[in-house]
């Protein structure tokens, strides 16, 4: 069975701070990557995913995380936060070979201070 | 366009009591996927469907829980005797193609609280 794992719960940042949350899955075959974002009063929504290329991927509002298969990793991370980037953030794994089935990590929440 | 609904957006009710959450997906999305939310935790997979039919229902607790989307569109998922440990925020998504690397598109949930 696959998992996720997010190690950081709570991250608190100051404005301009960089930022890098952890996120390590187990499966064992071909996976299908996503960093999913939640913001105060608001739905669940993609902030990037990854399922082949470049294991760089880029997402929105300046976010980008990297695949390294070696280390079963898609860590999250922006350069320069915002108090905007305030939110929590979920990563997520599916199997290649089941398309609905996606596990969850318990999500990390980021305070970002003004 | 209009994205994923949900009704309703709160629901209490008695331990012992059946309720029916309902979503409504983004117009033309042919995947439906149902997950709990638990405070504290990440979405936890329940089911989904493709067009109306329940692809993997692996999720699903045990048989007090059960989902239908018998048009290919509005969903429900029921909860029979319901109980405290039930309570959770229960989150409703579709995609538009339902293949692993589609993006999914949540709802508000539902946040059910059991007495």
């Known amino acids: 069975a696959q998992s996720v794992s997010q190690h950081n719960h709570h991250v608190i940042l100051s404005e301009a701070a960089s930022l890098e949350l952890g996120c390590n899955y187990s499966?064992?075959?071909?996976?299908?990557l996503f960093w999913y974002v939640q913001y105060p009063g608001q739905h669940l929504q993609l902030l990037l995913k990854?399922?082949?290329?470049?294991?760089l991927v880029k997402g929105i509002k300046g976010f980008e995380a990297e695949f390294i298969k070696s280390k079963f990793s898609f860590n999250l991370r922006k350069p320069s936060v915002q108090w905007s980037d305030t939110a929590e953030y979920f990563c997520?794994?599916?199997?290649?070979?089941?398309?609905?089935?996606?596990?969850f990590g318990d999500g990390t929440t980021l305070t970002v201070k003004p | 366009g209009a994205g994923v609904s949900q009704s309703p957006r709160y629901k209490v009710t008695k331990r012992g009591q059946d309720v029916a959450l309902r979503c409504d997906p983004i117009?033309?999305?042919?995947?439906l996927y149902w997950y709990r939310q638990a405070l504290g935790q990440g979405p936890e997979f329940l089911t989904y469907?493709?067009?109306?039919?329940?692809?993997?229902k692996s999720g699903l607790p045990n048989d007090r829980f059960s989902a239908e989307r018998p048009e290919g569109s509005i969903s429900t998922l029921t909860i029979q005797r319901t109980e405290q440990r039930d309570s959770a925020m229960y989150r409703c998504?579709?995609?538009?193609?339902?293949?692993?690397?589609?993006?999914?598109?949540f709802g508000p949930g539902t946040r059910l609280t059991v007495l």
């Open positions: 469907f493709n067009y109306e039919a329940q692809q993997d």
């Open positions: 998504a579709s995609s538009l193609a339902g293949t692993s690397t589609d993006t999914q598109y």
């Open positions: 117009s033309g999305h042919v995947s």
């Open positions: 499966y064992g075959g071909t996976v299908n």
């Open positions: 997520a794994v599916n199997a290649g070979t089941n398309a609905g089935k996606s596990t």
């Open positions: 990854y399922f082949s290329g470049d294991p």
